[in-house]
């Protein structure tokens, strides 16, 4: 089984400015994958990033990057040059592989609402 | 390139009736999963149809089914409405179970 937890409800950032949105998990599964999902007020949810365990290298897309750390079982979104569009709901996500029997069964955290203000 | 749609858009229903929602995944997906959202929470994850069988299914009861199509295309069904499936409802596809999932714009159910 797997748990996501974000600790922030909400969080503001002022435009051009960085912010950092945290996430933590809980796995028993030693191959997973984790993501970040936007959701805007159209609720459509949208694909931000997407990080595999095994890769020690940190993703990157653009403006969004994440901090990556295993063994503290940490996954953090940075957005930089925070633009008024990346105002949104954000998730924390996460998958086991498909040998483990969970594959593609996203498991969401609680969300953090980002606000941007001009 | 067509993404995952899915219909209506929103439903009104009242407790006890039965409901119909209907999902088609983006073109060149195999693998449809059905989520539900209730309002201020992250999606919980009810089942998913692949080879037009059920995979997978999360901590929903019976009441809650599903059927996928040799199209791929989807449906969820659910009987014997509560005030509490009251959310939204988002389909996601993948290509095969590994794939990197996309969701659809949701239906909204509302339950009276």
């Known amino acids: 089984a797997q748990t996501v937890t974000q600790s922030q409800p909400e969080m503001s950032v002022q435009e051009a400015e960085t912010v950092t949105l945290s996430c933590t998990y809980d796995t028993s599964e030693s191959d997973y994958y984790l993501f970040w999902y936007k959701q805007p007020p159209s609720r459509q949810m949208i694909l931000v990033i997407r990080q595999e365990a095994y890769k020690q290298q940190n993703a990157t897309e653009n403006r969004f990057s994440v901090n990556f750390q295993k063994a503290a079982k940490s996954f953090s979104l940075k957005i930089s040059d925070s633009q008024l569009g990346d105002a949104a709901m954000y998730f924390c996500a996460s998958h086991g592989s498909i040998s483990s029997g969970s594959a593609r069964q996203l498991t969401f955290g609680s969300g953090t609402q980002l606000t941007v203000l001009p | 390139d067509a993404g995952v749609t899915q219909s209506p858009t929103h439903l009104i229903k009242t407790r006890g009736q039965q409901v119909t929602l209907r999902c088609s995944p983006k073109s060149g997906h195999d693998t449809v999963s059905w989520y539900q959202q209730a309002l201020g929470q992250g999606p919980q994850f009810i089942f998913q149809?692949?080879?037009?069988?059920?995979?997978q299914r999360g901590n929903f009861p019976d009441r809650f089914s599903g059927h996928q199509f040799p199209n791929y295309s989807s449906e969820l069904n659910v009987n014997a409405l509560l005030l509490g499936d009251s959310a939204l409802y988002l389909c996601?596809?993948?290509?095969?179970?590994?794939?990197?999932?996309?969701f659809g714009p949701g239906t909204r159910l509302t339950v009276l």
């Open positions: 149809y692949y080879e037009e069988e059920e995979r």
């Open positions: 996601a596809s993948s290509l095969g179970r590994g794939g990197i999932v996309f």
